[in-house]
């Protein structure tokens, strides 16, 4: 019984969140170029995750009544999209905002910036997967460990990849175009119910 629990929490997590993933790889890179930077969004993106699994457990009976979770999540992704195509997340004039993007080091201030950037890309990106993980739990409430350990080791495997991925998707030209497309398409697939 263990095993099925976690099993469902990791599957339920690497289903959930395979889009985001795809989606996440290219704002990360949009956002960062150094290693540290990376880092610091996936902290981000976990503290993102955290958060959104403990409200899934403590609201999941309510999560899962909520209406048009489409449509909001839909338009909050279709937002970020916008912010990138328009620079809302970073600040003009460009060439100095290239200087510090491509700096080798990243300050403690640009850290705690990406952790943050991480943070709403996967708070708004993760919206539609609650429902699933509340789903799992509603399941399971007598003994949500497992599941929360398999969401956990799920979590880690795709921060990993986003981080690993998100360096070769440096080198791709057309970063920002691909970035914004993907978003829309995203939002435009969640308004439709597809995903």
Known sequence: MWLKYFFSGFFVKILAGFDDTMIRI??????????????????????AIVLVMIFAFLF??????????????????????????????????????????????????RFFKLIGFGFITAFITIIDDTIAYSGVFLNTLASPLPVIIGIFLGTILQLYVIIYLSGKFAKLKYKKEITVFGLVLLSLLLALRVL
Not at 26 to 47: D, E, L, Q
Not at 61 to 80: C, D, E
């Open 26 to 47: 290219p704002i990360m890179t949009h956002m960062t170029k150094t290693k540290k930077g990376r880092y610091a969004f996936a902290i981000g993106i976990f503290i």
């Open 60 to 109: 999941a009976s309510v999560i899962k009544a909520i209406p048009y979770s489409n449509y909001i999540s839909a338009g909050l992704i279709f937002l970020l999209a916008m912010s990138i195509q328009f620079n809302l997340f970073i600040q003009k004039p460009k060439k100095k905002v290239r200087e510090k993007l491509y700096a080798k080091r990243v300050s403690v201030e």
